[in-house]
């Protein structure tokens, strides 16, 4: 069904609230090397603005908030990559959210001209090449870490110590939960994947004995 036979309610309304009717996702995802690629240039260019204007502090917490939002809205994450909303509810609905948090005007600009050129869906890419930039900027290097509870901050602290002692670096842990994984860590730290997680360990097994039968 077209765009003209939806209800005309404004997009802001739409997706600026939490906890609203889900709109169905199609997914509209590229690759996600292209991705990857689409969204290191914009990463390139919102950190050089905002660290020319000495407001890196700022672009961080808009990009947290901003993880932390596509997170917990199912509404935002199909505004960022359903192609049943056009360009211009898009941009409008983006730049309303955007307003609404607070978000760093750079960032919230980019999102506004990633809209206009229909590159919205690569925002969580967009994310981990901004937080990839800040904290090489820093001398930090960035874990991405899965598990399949969530860690508690005793548990993230000790695990970032671990790996920084390995890499020789300051390590930023980025955590997330997967239930799925059964048990253990899934840790990748740049291009080094470090799988501690039972489920692996379980498709070895698997794997080994179908070598063997």
């Not at 090397?33 to 390139?44: D, F, K, L, N, Q």
């Not at 917490?61 to 360009?87: G, Q």
């Not at 948090?101 to 750079?106: E, I, K, T, Y």
């Not at 590159?119 to 399949?148: C, K, M």
């Amino acid at each position: 069904m077209g765009d003209d036979s939806r209800p005309r309610t404004p997009p802001e309304a739409r997706y600026a609230n939490r906890g609203q009717k889900h709109i169905g996702r199609v997914d509209v995802s590229e690759p996600a090397s292209i991705s990857a690629g689409i969204a290191a240039r914009y990463a390139t260019a919102v950190f050089d603005i905002a660290e020319e204007n000495k407001a890196l502090d700022s672009l961080e917490t808009s990009i947290n908030d901003l993880a932390a939002a596509l997170a917990d809205s199912e509404d935002l994450n199909s505004l960022i990559r359903s192609p049943l909303v056009s360009r211009e509810e898009q941009g409008a609905a983006i730049t309303a959210v955007a307003e609404k948090m607070g978000l760093d005007p750079v960032l919230r600009n980019t999102l506004a001209l990633m809209a206009d050129k229909r590159r919205l869906f690569v925002v969580p890419a967009l994310i981990d090449a901004l937080r990839a930039r800040l904290a090489e900027a820093r001398g930090e290097v960035t874990a991405e870490v899965v598990s399949a509870k969530a860690l508690t901050k005793t548990q993230s602290e000790k695990l970032a110590k671990t790996l920084a002692e390995r890499v020789g670096k300051k390590v930023t842990i980025n955590a997330t939960v997967d239930a799925s994984i059964i048990g253990g860590l899934v840790v990748k730290v740049g291009s080094k994947m470090i799988d501690s997680s039972i489920r692996s360990k379980l498709n070895s097994l698997q794997n080994a004995m179908k070598e063997v039968g």
